[in-house]
Each structure stands twice: as structure tokens, then as C-alpha cells.
């Protein structure tokens, strides 16, 4: 499975951007999806997961309220739609996916298989 990230850009603090993430896979509906962000100096933390039928979502602490994942499954596409944003959110953004996944989702970064390039968010003060 390849994944592509895009959406990316500069934002101002309270703006928006939201993220799309194509997945090449017909079957992309079989897996769980997850999106994680990697700032400077700092290792890459979990952002948002989404079940395989899209009725289940998670979010980190620091996102939630703010953030929305969502996925089209008959567009192979996961989005991530970012709201008030924070200079704290710049990070490069990944999407990956997770086929061994038993449960509705996952927020570790070892249960997921498959990574995108990432895209990068820059919001300013």
C-alpha cells in the first residue's frame, strides 16, 4: 500500500487546513488509519485514528475538540481537518495504515505497517 499525505501549508494561529490522504489500495477499507506528526527536535507522536467502517474515532489529549478525522472509503481517502490552530500543531504530517489491527483503532505507532511521505504544517502566531 502506498500512501500519499497532501494539504499542507502555512496557516495562521486560529486558522485551517485540512489534510487528504490517498491510499492506493482498492482494499484500503480493510484497514485501520491513523495520522501522526513529527515536530522539530521532538519524536513523533500520535494524532488521530480512524476504524476500518469510519464509525470510530480517536484523538490525542492535545487535538481533540480541535481536529476531525474522517475517511472516504469509495475514495480510498482519509482526511484530517484541523481547526483552531495552534503554532504548537507545526509538525510534519503522516498518514499510515494498519492491517493487523484486531481492534476499532490504534494510537501506536508499531501497530501501523504502511507510512506516507508526510506533509508539512506550519501555523504562525
Known amino acids: 500500500v502506498q500512501l500519499q499525505a497532501s494539504g499542507g501549508g502555512l496557516a495562521q494561529a486560529g486558522g485551517s487546513l485540512r489534510l487528504s490522504c490517498a491510499a492506493s489500495?482498492?482494499?484500503?477499507?480493510?484497514?485501520?488509519m491513523g495520522w501522526f506528526r513529527q515536530a522539530p527536535g521532538k519524536e513523533r507522536e500520535f494524532v488521530a485514528t480512524?476504524?476500518?467502517?469510519?464509525?470510530?474515532?480517536y484523538y490525542a489529549d492535545s487535538v481533540k475538540g480541535r481536529f476531525t478525522i474522517s475517511r472516504d472509503n469509495a475514495k480510498n481517502t482519509v482526511y484530517l481537518q484541523m481547526n483552531s490552530l495552534k503554532p504548537e500543531d507545526t509538525a510534519v504530517y503522516c498518514c499510515a495504515a494498519a492491517p493487523r489491527v484486531g481492534g476499532r483503532y490504534s494510537s501506536t505507532s508499531k501497530s501501523y505497517d504502511y507510512w506516507g511521505q508526510g506533509t508539512l504544517v506550519t501555523v504562525s502566531s
Open positions: 480512524i476504524s476500518r467502517s469510519g464509525a470510530f474515532t
Open positions: 489500495a482498492r482494499t484500503s477499507s480493510d484497514y485501520v
